[in-house]
């Protein structure tokens, strides 16, 4: 008598509902919060990607100068420590998006992402960064007919554009690098993608930026901005910080200059983490070049295997919460935690009995465009870099970089970029934004359903610039 399947749902049963790369013995203590008031010349407000970069370029580009970082909780607690580690290249959320906003100035983004990422990796080798990083690329995987043909248009596109080391890869082809009767053809992007252990990458950075010198205070939430002579001082629970200049890397956080709150909403994305796998698994699904993995669908999985051979399996719904609150009930979602096993087990049924270790969720900083914009407030004296929409493990390096020299009043060929002097269409308020999301979210579904087919509702999106395509 044939053994029973296993029903997905069983491979969650001890999971624990925490992200995997923070439950992790090399996790640092935390720092002490700000007792009283500290004087600097920059200040940092935000302890992720985007804060650390910042202190840490700030710090190299000149020694001398004293800057101060505060974080509302613990470095990489938030988005930097719970994303898939996928650290792409690319600046404008993929070269589609780009293509579709900036099409003039794609090909200086392209080579500005590809240089930021060198940059990024000299980096980690320079400060001694152990963040498990793998330049092993992404292929984007066709899953239905239609994306097949999506891909290979695709493969000429980027051939015409010129962008390096793209390969369009067929059925077969495709499944001798990763094994998956669901797959059909892929594109591989060699070299502009890398993989890494993010909260390894955070903790890095912290110490990377106490080693030159940077003041870090943790559990230290910045309440208010205000203008002081010619600075700025932020008011924390304890104490405030009065600095020459302030560079933002909230994200999706309720920004200190209030303005910028209707260019972004929260949405929430949910990942799976499995156990190892043991020889005999890997070797039913291939993967020795390690890349990362992510489908075509407009509602996609992203995917990639860790160091020790452990598959993390995420994405596929993007849940957004009525007025765009960030809250810890939020973090947990166990509808798609069952759906996503689901969708693990169909991919690799060759896998069937592997348990998942961990399953988890945070919010991530979505604006219109699905790309960061960046600006100054006060006078020029603070900076700001948001709206990554989940792909700024690499391209918030460069963001610190823009956030720079925008307070040195500096025109480089980064700020002369039409991406960094435009801003995306900003949010309508409640209840026209869930409303317009919810009609959004189904009509992606829709498309997937038909032959990727956008519906009058995307096609308008498109056309006032909020559609996605990337």
Known sequence: MAARAMNPV??????????????????????PALVGDEHCDLLVVGGGYSGLWTALNAKERDPGRDVVLIESQEVGWAASGRNGGFCSSSLTHGWANGQSRWPEELTTLERLGRRN?????????RHGVDCDFERTGEIDIATAPHQVQELREAADEVA????????FLDRDALRAEVDSPTFLAGLWDRTGVAMLHPARLAWGLKRACLDLGVRIYEQTPGTELS???????????????????????TNAFPS??????????????????TEPLSPEQLAAVGWKRRQGLGDAANHFHYFRITRDNR????????????????????????????????????????????????????AIDT???????????HGGR???????????????????????????????????????????LPFPPEPVRSVGIGITQWSMTRADENGGRRNLWLKAMDKVGMGFDS
């Open 160 to 167: 015409a554009l010129g962008l390096p080391d793209y390969e």
């Open 367 to 377: 604006c219109s465009r699905f790309s960061a914009f960046f600006g100054t407030a």
């Open 10 to 31: 069983q491979s969650l049963s001890d999971a624990a509902p925490r992200p995997y790369w923070l439950d992790d013995p090399a996790r640092p203590a935390p720092l």
């Open 382 to 424: 603070v900076a700001y870099a948001l709206g990554y929409t989940g792909l700024g493990v690499g391209a918030s390096r460069f963001g610190a970089d823009v956030m720079l020299d925008l307070l040195s009043g500096e025109r480089t060929e980064r700020t002369e970029l039409e991406m960094v002097r435009s801003k995306p």
């Open 256 to 273: 200190l200059v209030k303005r910028l709150r209707p260019y972004i909403t929260p949405v929430y994305d949910y990942a799976l983490m």
């Open 311 to 362: 598959i993390l399996w995420g994405g596929y719904d993007i849940v957004h919460h009525y007025g765009g609150g960030v809250r810890s009930e939020y973090d947990h979602h166990p509808a798609t935690y069952q759906k996503l096993a689901e969708h693990f087990f169909r991919c690799f049924p060759q896998l069937e009995g592997v348990r998942f270790t961990h399953n988890w969720g945070g």
């Open 227 to 249: 203008s002081r002579n010619a600075g700025v001082a932020v008011r924390t629970p304890y104490g405030r910080v009065f600095a020459r200049h302030a560079a933002l890397g």
């Open 117 to 125: 990422l060198d940059e990024f990796e000299a980096a980690l080798t």
